[in-house]
């Protein structure tokens, strides 16, 4: 099930008195950590209808459903979000849901989540089709929490929650998918007051939070949690071998930028642009 329609977000009008630009926020809840391989246990959807960076008011839509995975929830899984089992025994699989959730993501300009792509991925496994948005419609608000308060100790939705009293009006538990998808929304406004630099309209904010983040530690290989800043003036020879690696660009690209930054005009040179 496709895309229900294109619209013109990134023309030059876009954002403009008049224009509208629907976000839709989201939140699984799931079985587990891997996005590979975890089931839905919940799904929730708000979609926001904003005029220019201010929301209408009156014009949201919702949709939230507990979802019977085709696996058991573990226990593990549970002690976060609190579903269990017995309270997924008579509810609807992801597939069946199909089409409500195809209704409001086909409506939608924006999506948006916090770490975008777990969430993505997993929808994208169980409902083929219906969240294939392109990347500058993709706004991750874990990415645009990082560029705007990079010295945060966390940066979780939670932790952003008390930090910035995000849950102010809100009723409802963390870690359910309505509650946090509602937190979301707080925290992309909360930032949109905060005033993220060279951001004046969506398309601006989408394409701030997709730039390159600055990279402290690495996070794999032999030198995991070393500063990426000491392994590349200690160990040039590993990082041009890493840069010249063909997955570190896809599945590394902060770290791959971060590197390149950190790198003198002439070692940048002998590595692939």
Not at 11 to 24: F, I, K, Q, Y
Not at 215 to 238: N, W
């Amino acid at each position: 099930m496709g895309m229900m329609n294109e619209p013109d977000l990134f023309s030059s009008t876009a954002d403009e008195p008049g224009n509208t630009v629907r976000v839709l926020y989201l939140d699984t809840e799931t079985t587990g950590a891997d996005p590979g391989s975890a089931d839905i246990c919940e799904v929730a959807l708000l979609l926001s209808t904003y005029n220019g960076f201010e929301r209408c008011p009156g014009e949201d839509e919702i949709f939230e459903s507990l979802v019977k995975p085709s696996e058991e929830v573990p226990p593990e899984a549970s002690a976060i979000h609190h579903i269990t089992n017995d309270m997924l025994a008579d509810k609807p699989s992801i597939g069946e849901l199909a089409a409500p959730i195809a209704g409001l993501a086909g409506k939608a300009d924006i999506v948006c989540a916090h770490n975008l792509d777990y969430d993505i991925t997993i929808l994208g496994r169980r409902l083929p089709g219906i969240f294939d948005f392109p990347v500058e419609r993709r706004l991750d608000s874990l990415r645009l929490a990082r560029h705007l308060w990079p010295l945060v100790p966390s940066h979780s939705l939670q932790s952003l929650r008390y930090r910035f009293r995000l849950d102010s009006g809100l009723q409802g538990d963390a870690h359910r998918a309505l509650f946090d998808t509602m937190l979301v929304r707080a925290l992309v406004e909360h930032a949109l007051q905060s005033g993220p630099p060279d951001a004046g309209d969506w398309t601006e904010l989408v394409t701030f939070a997709n730039s390159p983040l600055e990279i402290k530690v690495f996070s794999f290989g032999k030198y995991r949690g070393k500063l990426v800043e000491d392994v590349t003036a200690q160990d040039p020879d590993y990082v041009k071998w890493l840069l010249r690696q063909e997955w570190m660009p896809a599945e590394h690209p902060d770290l791959y930028h971060t590197i390149l930054s950190k790198m003198g005009d002439g070692d940048r040179q002998k590595c692939p642009s």
